[in-house]
């Protein structure tokens, strides 16, 4: 007990060594230096992120690193500093960062995230940078800047030159707090520069009404005589304007948050939840009334001459062990582990704790969390392994605590793999690897072993009625009642009920867009719950009325097929909204498109099956079984 406690201690240690910086108000005095961080390129084109760094642009004399959390860690951030100058109310027409030239592989890798389109993310005291647009004479916001961009002809420019707006708020008398973080981006030939000996310089229009813009000439291939020769001089410049805001502190993430389209969004996500709760209303009252009926007519029946009919007749049987229960208490252990996750995420999120402006908090708080519900999910899976008749509680705690993180962490291994390949910041690093490693093996499994431990020592679940020795035969079922047709139907309502908010979740996974709707999230599940067990118990009901015992493993599968509608959809969003034409991303994508349907099977499945579980217990207790 010893060492499980110090490997409990050892893992919770871990996880909390990702650290979630805090958020807590900046004052800039007159002349205080403002920092400028790089955090990595992203494209809604191309799913893999990368260092900024990773293109020749100009670095400062040491990168350093800041330290950053999990979370950060695994959504591909890399923090570091530039070369950039900026000091407190001090504005700056244009100055030269640094001068270079582009050889031709530099080239090409430049031409081609140009053309993917990739976008470039700066953070200004923890607040990310924004591109101001006019889109049909109303002010929108964009996410980071382009490094680029490619004309009517089809000719890369680079974005060399960019105009920090830095948006201020007057606290006290002499200081300041940042309210707001914009880019213009510009694009100017070498040529159009005019340098200074001090590293000022202005930008000629040699005539025109603008200057000319910085072209990429394509190298020649590879295996050309003279490509090394082939290089492009370059000069990289910046201007930075400070300017007054009535904006407060409080309210500067406002400009983020509302990026998306919320009143399609709150259209959306109230018309779903009406439809849903009068779907489960019309299904609750049928089930209901249907159910009084057969309970009073069972009980009234005291000729014994009679055959009994519908559900009661399978009484012997309905509680009979299904197959492979010892997988079926895992995937409801895990669920419940998930469902656990979901629900306390949702929760802090809600309250506050877990705002955009910490970053990566919520994806390391799910971590930590699902460390810690690994008691949960030990318990719940030993007990109903037990009540199914299972004798060794290792077994099943090893399962528990195997299985689903061994799909999750093998399938993530070998995508790191490829990904490393690629050398995409995306990858996850080999230390952080060995540090997950160490959360799993040092704190879920010994958990998941205690929970175990103490789940089994439970009485099991008691049944309402014995179970017969002989099987009975299962009579030919109705059409809609095959596996496959109720899995694919039971899941279209649960589905209709999340696809909108799915749409939202899939945009900011893979537009880098940031999700704070956790009011409309928390219906969202509230809905998905109700409607999975709901939809689980009829089917569950018209298949014991059919007298076909075998509900264990169906409630399961017919409450997850929504899943299947979720990797589907993930499919049409792949084609619909990516443009990927890189085989690794999109290994990436359709890798972690499966794993996240899995789990939302798992916990979806656990959703229908304990309800119909407690549904099956409560009706056979409510008759009379001679």
Known sequence: MKTTLFLVLAGVSAAASFYIPGVAPVEYADGDVVDVKAVKMTSTKHPLPYEYYHLPFCKPKKIVHRKINLGEVLRGDRITNTPYDLKMGQNVSCRVLCQSEFKPDQLRKIIKFIKHEYRAHWLIDNLPSATKLMVDDEVTYLHGFPIGFTDDKSTPHLFNHVTIVVKIHKAIEGSHRIVGFEIKAGSFAA??????????????????????????????????????????????????????????????????????????HWFSIINSFITVLFLSAIFGVIIVRTLTQDIAKYNEEDDDDVEPTGWKLVHGDVFRPPPYFTLLATFTGTGLQLIGVTTITIGLALAGMLSPSSRGALMTVAVV???????????????????????????????????????????????????????????????????????????????????????????????????????????????????????????????????????????????????????????????????????????????????????????????????????????????????????????LYFGYSTLMALAFFILTGTIGFYSTFVFVRKIYGAVKID
């Open 191 to 264: 040529e159009a520069y005019t340098v200074r000996d001090d590293g000022t310089c202005t930008v000629s229009t040699s005539g025109s009404s603008m200057p000319k813009p910085f072209a990429l000439q394509a190298p020649a291939k590879k295996d050309a005589p003279d490509r090394d020769t082939q290089a492009q001089k370059v000069i990289f410049s910046y201007g930075v304007r400070f300017e007054e805001s009535e904006i407060a502190w409080a309210s500067r993430w406002d400009t983020y948050l509302h990026m998306s389209d919320t009143e399609i």
């Open 369 to 587: 969390v699902w460390l810690l519900m690994g008691l949960v999910a030990g318990y719940y899976s030993s007990r109903l392994y037990k009540t199914m008749g299972g004798q060794q509680w290792k077994t099943s705690a090893i399962y528990t605590a195997f299985t689903f993180p061994t799909i999750v962490f093998g399938t993530g291994f070998v995508m790191n793999f490829f990904i490393w390949g690629k050398q995409s910041s995306g990858a996850v690093p080999f230390t952080t690897m060995l540090a997950l490693l160490f959360m799993w093996f040092g704190g879920s499994v010994p958990l998941v072993m205690i929970g175990a431990f103490f789940g089994f020592r439970k009485d099991p679940y008691p049944y309402p009625v014995s179970v017969n020795q002989i099987p009975r035969e299962v009579p030919l079922q109705p059409w809609f009642l095959n596996p496959p047709v109720a899995v694919l139907l039971a899941g279209i309502l649960p589905f209709g009920a999340i696809f909108i908010e799915l749409f939202f979740i899939l945009n900011a996974i893979w537009e880098n867009q940031f999700y704070y709707m956790f009011g409309f999230l928390f219906l969202v599940f509230v809905v998905l719950v109700i409607s999975c067990a709901e939809i689980t118990i009829v089917m569950t009901y018209m298949q014991l009325c059919a007298e076909d015992y075998r509900w264990w493993w169906r409630s399961f599968f017919v409450s997850g097929g929504c899943a299947i509608y979720v990797w589907v959809y993930s499919l049409f969003y792949f084609f619909t909204k990516l443009e990927v034409d890189d085989p690794v991303a999109t290994l």
